[in-house]
């Protein structure tokens, strides 16, 4: 595990070299701002970190789970913020804006209604799941879901114990954004605090995209690190909300009620059982 997270340190500070600070020092109008020269283009191979190949033979042992990303916690704020469009540059955007984007430019087209990926959705569907038209007065108003509606993301991922490499790994296949209904979203009287998913997408298919987004880098603004840089070396604070299971892949909250102590509890217990499976391939 170690070795990794070294290899991936590497690939993160050769692949912060792209950011909207490009040409900053060397421009002389402002639509230089941003853009790489001829010779800078020709000699660019910043790609998404590939991931390996991994043969069914040797994977030895696998679990898939269900984890959701709280995006009230400070660790988490990276993939909620900006929500204010309109003072800031056009390179940097929240997830949500980044994912939103690249639907619409057709860069992103795994999208689905589940994380089982049995529907596959459009991006007409999508916007319907997230705009309401309401009547009032005889005046039409329409609310969308934007940025800052959304609080948390659901992820879908799965550990395996690589026997060839002899190590525990993992390896993210699919999140989803929760936002509240939009149906219900501002109505007086109501009160939902439930969060849905809003679709979901193929993780691999949505790399490019995240490997191009950037998120600010607070310790050095000249070294910023993409969302897909971010996911896959798990820099993010989560619960273990499901795992798959005989019982239809029911959630902790399905048979532990009502107790939110005992779900953290329950979910800490599964993630300690992940943990200890790396120990225990190496007990003979």
């Known amino acids: ?5 070294l290899l991936l340190f590497f690939g993160l500070m050769i692949s912060g070299s792209i950011n909207a ?34 043969d069914d033979r040797d994977v030895l042992w696998s679990k898939v789970v269900w984890e ?13 913020f900006p929500i204010d469009k309109s003072n800031i540059s056009p390179n940097r955007r929240s ?16 999208a689905y ?9 459009s991006e007409n569907e999508i916007q319907s ?24 993301y659901m992820i879908k991922g799965m550990w395996y114990f690589d026997k060839r490499q002899g190590e525990l790994k993992y390896r993210l296949l699919a999140l989803a954004p929760m936002g509240k209904d939009v149906q219900t979203l501002g109505v007086q009287d109501i009160e939902d605090e439930q969060l849905y998913e809003l679709f979901w997408i193929f993780y691999p298919s949505a790399r490019d995209v995240l490997h191009e987004a950037k998120v600010f880098n607070p310790k050095n603004a000249s070294q910023p690190i993409s969302f897909d840089h971010m996911l896959n070396a798990r820099r993010f ?27 953290l509890l329950e979910a800490n217990k599964i993630k300690e059982d992940i943990r200890n499976r790396e120990m225990d391939m190496w007990n003979y």
Do not use: H, W
Not at 68 to 80: G, R, V
Not at 133 to 140: A, F, L, Q, V
């Open 1 to 5: 595990m170690f070795k990794n997270c």
């Open 21 to 54: 600070q490009i040409g900053l020092l060397n421009a002389k109008e402002v639509d230089q701002i941003g853009k790489k020269n001829e010779q800078q283009i020709a000699a660019d191979n910043d790609a998404p970190l590939a991931y390996g190949y991994v």
């Open 68 to 80: 959701f990303i709280d995006l009230n916690q400070k660790i988490n704020l990276p993939y909620y």
């Open 95 to 110: 997830l949500f804006d980044t994912l939103i984007k690249g639907i619409k430019q057709g860069k992103i087209k795994d």
């Open 113 to 121: 209604s589940d994380s089982f990926f049995t529907s596959k959705i």
């Open 129 to 152: 799941r997230m705009s309401s038209i309401r009547e009032e007065n005889g005046y039409s108003d329409t609310i969308r879901l934007q940025s800052q509606d959304v609080e948390g």
């Open 237 to 263: 604070s989560s619960t273990i909300v499901k795992e798959e299971n005989i019982y239809g892949n029911r959630s902790i909250s399905d048979y532990v009620r009502g107790n939110s102590l005992f779900q």
